[in-house]
């Protein structure tokens, strides 16, 4: 018993500190590549704050993707959304006492654990049965869905089927706040479920997954379309022009 605290005691900070750091340098690594050209995408917002509601909308409804492919953007929509819930409801494992909107949340996040399966299922099948996406799917994109789907499946079990002390496992996250080490509780589908959360947050960083971030700096999406009421000159070349 004692091992296994320690062992995922440690394997938990490790992941920590890989997901902060990773996530730190990549998002530094984004905001110093320079954009060079104006490229938003047409239509495209002419003002700032249009641009604000762009990217809301992109983060919140998934604009693009709707117009692109329905089916893709349902079920991704349905994952992406089904995350946010069981995320906020996972709240209650880091936190003392446990805020009025997330207790409000749980029974909604049970929801969303359905959902986020459901989403990652229509995805994953799209892989094998549309032809010109199995054409360009890696094996890394089938280890990453079903990492994902295992870790929304093993979640469910504990839900329904195989229930865990959350009272222990709370102890133990709370714990790790302090450097003092609760025990976890032995439970064979919940070792599994945090090893699978833990092996994420180790590659998220490093995945397709940091699409998320990404996001932000697209120049695609964050960009005025004015290029012809203001010149666009990239940090770089300014530089080069004052030399």
Not at 216 to 231: A, M
Request: proline share 7%; charged share 15%; glycine share 6%.
């Amino acid at each position: 018993m004692a091992f296994l605290t320690n062992f995922y005691a440690f394997l938990f900070y490790f992941a920590a500190f890989v997901l902060v750091a990773g996530l730190a340098r990549k998002i530094i690594q984004y905001a110093l590549t320079p954009a060079p050209l104006k490229i938003p995408t047409t239509p495209a917002p002419t003002t700032g704050r249009g641009v604000v509601l762009r990217m809301m909308r992109e983060v919140v409804l998934f604009e693009s993707l709707f117009r692109g492919n329905k089916w893709t953007w349902i079920f991704g929509w349905m994952f992406h959304f089904g995350l946010f819930l069981v995320t906020l409801r996972h709240l209650r494992y880091f936190i003392e006492p446990v805020w009025f909107p997330i207790q409000l949340v749980q029974p909604f996040g049970i929801y969303g654990g359905i959902a986020m399966v459901v989403g990652l299922a229509g995805l994953w099948a799209r892989r094998f049965l549309v032809d010109r996406v199995k054409y360009i799917t890696s094996t890394s994109d089938h280890l990453i869905l079903g990492l994902l789907v295992a870790i929304g499946c093993t979640g469910l079990l504990m839900k329904f089927v195989f229930h865990v002390d959350v009272v222990e496992i709370k102890t133990f996250f709370l714990g790790l706040y302090s450097y003092d080490i609760e025990p976890l509780p032995a439970d064979p589908l919940l070792l599994l479920h945090l090893l699978l959360v833990a092996l994420l947050m180790i590659i998220f960083p490093y995945s397709k997954l940091l699409h998320m971030p990404g996001l932000f700096f697209s120049p695609t999406r964050n960009q005025v379309d004015n290029p012809r009421e203001q010149r666009h000159i990239a940090p770089w070349a300014r530089k080069l022009e004052q030399s």
